[in-house]
């Protein structure tokens, strides 16, 4: 139990499109959903918390106009990245937490290769 | 959630148990000791966890020191797929916050 599909897991685009990555949680409704970012070699950085039915929340640094999240409901959670330019390039990952007693921590889509090129 | 603190890289023979630590001394009474790791080009997997008490999955097990300050990560019999970015997180049970990664151990399972 407890999975989560994120999608595409690549994406290649041309510098000022904008792509929609996908986070679903299969077998569980998620009230909060995380979207992370991590550049080679190093950690994940946290980009924003999607809570179903309301506006996200950014970390600081991450443009929201950018950055578009959109948690319309309890299994579903994307990001739009909007004229995307090469330093977005990046591996994009979600997470949803099951619950808030769940002994299992979160569970983590599979992550999104985006180059932008 | 209190700081953690992981070596940054380990070797381990194929076969041989592999023992990763974690310091984690400004820990609080209710906080919990997680452990996720990351392959490859891949989304982090949960592994353990624990308060106090050793704990033991399928996976591996999770000891944790007397006094809470620190803890080991012993997968018992490494495989080359076990080769992976292991992070040690500290946190509350349950909170509703997100899960803050710090650099992580560099797991390197040798044939």
């Known amino acids: 139990g407890a999975v989560v599909s994120q999608h595409p897991s690549r994406v290649i685009c041309k510098s000022g499109t904008s792509v929609k990555i996908e986070c679903r949680s299969l077998?569980?409704?998620?009230?909060?959903m995380f979207w992370y970012r991590q550049f080679p070699k190093q950690s994940l950085m946290l980009m924003a918390t999607?809570?179903?039915?309301?506006?996200?929340?950014?970390e600081q640094g991450v443009e929201k106009d950018k950055f578009l999240i959109n948690h319309a409901s309890l299994t579903l959670s994307t990001l739009t990245v909007t004229s995307a330019h090469p330093e977005d390039s990046s591996f994009y990952i979600c997470s949803a937490q099951r619950g808030t007693t769940s002994d299992y921590g979160y569970t983590f889509g599979s992550g999104t290769r985006l180059t932008v090129v | 959630d209190a700081k953690t603190t992981q070596p940054t890289s380990m070797d381990c023979a194929e076969g041989r148990a592999a023992n990763l630590p974690c310091n984690h001394s400004t820990i609080s009474g209710n906080e919990y000791v997680y452990w996720y790791r990351q392959i490859h080009s891949q989304g982090p997997q949960y592994i353990i966890h624990?308060?106090?008490n050793n704990e033991t999955n399928e996976m591996a097990s999770l000891i944790i020191t007397e006094d809470r300050k620190s803890s080991t990560l012993i997968l018992p019999h490494a495989t080359l797929r076990d080769t992976a970015v292991y992070y040690c997180?500290?946190?509350?049970?349950?909170?509703?916050?997100?899960?803050?990664f710090g650099s992580g151990t560099q797991l390197t399972v040798l044939p």
């Open positions: 999607s809570n179903e039915g309301s506006k996200a929340t950014y």
């Open positions: 997180i500290v946190r509350v049970l349950g909170s509703a916050r997100q899960l803050t």
């Open positions: 624990g308060l106090k």
């Open positions: 077998d569980f409704q998620a009230t909060t």
